[in-house]
């Protein structure tokens, strides 16, 4: 069984900063890749970046240039550096591992941007 658990969301205001984090934990064989989505009410999940086993980083255009996926091999951690926050940015941040069978989810953290 995976464990993967976010942490580090909370209220900001627009044009600030917050790091969210994503702990993996279990019977993990391999990691692929892992990724960061976001989900809003009533909207399907976005994907916002991914970091493969490579190193290489990907990211969504409305995040290009803002955000940071970053990675701590031996912690079995991910990381997601958000700069100059918007207000459409708020929304549940959901982390997902990539291993040689299947995906696994968290359960998200909430990122909430308003003055």
């Known amino acids: 069984q995976v464990q993967l658990v976010e942490?580090?969301?909370?209220?900001?205001?627009?044009g600030g900063s917050l790091r969210l984090s994503c702990a993996a934990s279990g019977s993990i064989s391999?990691?692929?890749?892992?990724?960061?989505y976001r989900q809003v009410p009533g909207k399907e999940?976005?994907?916002?970046?991914?970091i493969l086993n490579s190193g290489s980083t990907v990211y969504a255009d409305s995040v290009k240039g803002r955000?940071?996926?970053s990675r701590d091999v031996a912690k079995k951690t991910?990381?997601?550096?958000?700069?100059?926050?918007k207000p459409e940015d708020t929304a549940v941040y959901y982390c997902k591992l990539y291993d040689n069978s299947?995906?696994?989810w968290g359960r998200g953290t909430q990122v909430t941007?308003?003055?």
């Open 7 to 14: 942490s580090g969301g909370g209220l900001v205001q627009p």
């Open 30 to 36: 391999s990691i692929n890749a892992m990724a960061w």
């Open 45 to 50: 999940r976005e994907w916002v970046a991914s």
């Open 67 to 69: 955000f940071t996926i």
């Open 78 to 85: 991910i990381y997601l550096r958000m700069n100059k926050l």
């Open 102 to 104: 299947r995906a696994y």
């Open 113 to 115: 941007v308003s003055s």
